[in-house]
């Protein structure tokens, strides 16, 4: 789940109280995040704030890209297109399979036993 404020700044990222560097600790993912910008052409038009909670480090990147490709298209209807185009407003819909009775997990079953 990600939480995110734009407020017009200069650029500047806090992710859960910390730098994007520092939080999730790669350049690939830095670059990911800053996609939204690069295509609406507004890269240091805004601060970023956001709280991310849940799921792993790539995964809370590409929650944080949908959520400030969101607040941006709240500030600016105009960017939907562009956004829209680059595929930055699709949910991933993907969810976790939930255990079902009589079995051991998901998809996993019981041993089986013969005798």
């Not at 601060?47 to 792993?56: E, K, Y």
């Not at 990147?61 to 105009?78: C, F, M, P, W, Y």
């Not at 680059?86 to 399979?97: A, H, I, N, V, Y």
């Amino acid at each position: 789940i990600a939480k995110v404020w734009l407020t017009p700044g200069t650029g500047k990222m806090l992710v859960n109280k910390m730098t994007p560097e520092d939080y999730f600790g790669g350049t690939f993912k830095i670059h990911k995040i800053d996609k939204p910008f690069k295509v609406t052409d507004t890269f240091e038009s805004y601060d970023v704030m956001a709280t991310l909670l849940g799921g792993g480090k790539s995964a809370q990147v590409d929650a944080l890209t949908h959520g400030i490709s969101r607040a941006l298209l709240e500030v600016n209807q105009e960017h939907r297109l562009t956004l829209k185009k680059s595929g930055l407003l699709t949910r991933d819909p993907r969810m976790k399979e939930r255990k079902k009775y009589g079995q051991k997990g998901a998809r996993a079953k019981f041993q089986f036993s013969k005798r």
